[in-house]
């Protein structure tokens, strides 16, 4: 990422951070003037201890001397998360980020890992690298969502199959908030690997290919690990609800497991047991 698109991505950052954050949760009296939703520049810089202007050039994402220390402080009057953090630090600091860029070559999942997927059988799981290209899944997940073998290796990007794919619009009842928790994923792995030109690139693509990604873009939070319950409306088995778990996989590689567990207390595993039962059950029947 060249220096003028990071100094962009962190003005638009601290722009939408500081509009979620209500006067009150600060101890700041709301006022009758606010012209806009969240805090103003001079009270986040009152809250981190640095003055007005200093904030105001940051926030322009004018090319200025940014301290450690400097950072905390604002990192904590916006209330940001640790992945929220992090995502800030690598934005204003230019070398925060050490990580060596390289040319991406195909993952060769470990056996471990295969196992893994053959194991949480009922359980949809998908295994994605740092740019959310699909590298490893199970049957369950080719049931519940696509099957992830028909589609090329270079189109299986998780993020573009969300807008492109109609299977993934009809399925979740809540597509947008379905989206926003990978875009929350792929935000980490954007700060993450700053220096990175092919985030900048992809963004650009997609907003050009997807009217609503940009908007949808700007909602996004930060966060490496989403935990959240997941409501799918499958055309073949119904009402389905999910937990959904990411984890990063440790090691030289940098995966991403993200495991779909059956809801407690709902007939959600028993759907989809029936589903891949069908399924084996139409595979094998003689062609006629």
């Known amino acids: 990422m060249n220096q003028d698109v ?5 003005s638009v950052f601290l722009k939408t951070q500081r509009a979620k954050i209500a006067p009150s949760a600060v101890g700041l009296p709301e006022g009758t003037r606010r ?17 007005t202007t200093w904030y105001t050039w940051l926030e322009q994402g004018r090319d200025i001397q940014v301290s450690h220390s400097v950072l905390d402080n604002i990192a904590s009057a916006l209330r940001l998360t640790p ?3 992090k995502y800030l630090f690598s934005l204003a600091m230019e070398h925060y980020s050490e990580l060596h860029i390289r040319e991406e070559e195909p993952y060769q999942l470990h056996p471990s890992l295969q ?3 053959q194991e949480l059988q009922n359980c949809p799981t998908i295994i994605s690298d740092r740019r959310c290209y699909i590298v490893g899944w199970n049957e369950a997940a080719s049931h519940v969502f ?13 993020i573009s199959l969300l807008f492109e794919r109609k299977e993934f619009r009809r ?9 926003l928790g990978y875009l929350a994923i792929f935000r980490a792995y954007y700060g993450q690997y700053v220096d990175d030109e ?4 992809f963004l650009n693509e997609m907003m050009d290919r997807y009217p609503e990604f940009q908007s949808l873009w700007k909602q996004s939070s930060v966060s490496s690990a989403p935990d959240v319950l997941i409501e799918f409306r499958h055309s073949r088995a119904g009402k389905m609800l999910f937990n959904l778990t990411s984890l990063q996989v440790q090691g030289n590689t940098d995966l991403r497991c993200s495991i779909y ?7 959600t595993e028993r759907k989809l047991v029936r589903l891949m039962e069908r399924e084996k059950e139409r595979q094998a029947r003689p062609n006629v």
């Open 6 to 10: 990071r100094l962009q991505a962190l």
């Open 35 to 51: 012209r806009t939703p969240g805090l103003r520049r001079e009270e986040v810089a009152q809250l981190a201890g640095v003055s």
């Open 83 to 85: 992945d929220e953090r």
């Open 115 to 117: 196992k893994i997927l």
């Open 146 to 158: 696509i099957d992830f073998e028909q589609i090329p290796a270079e189109q299986r990007n998780m």
């Open 171 to 179: 399925l979740a009842v809540n597509w947008e908030d379905f989206v």
């Open 198 to 201: 092919w985030y900048n690139l």
């Open 261 to 267: 567990t059956p809801a407690q207390d709902t007939a």
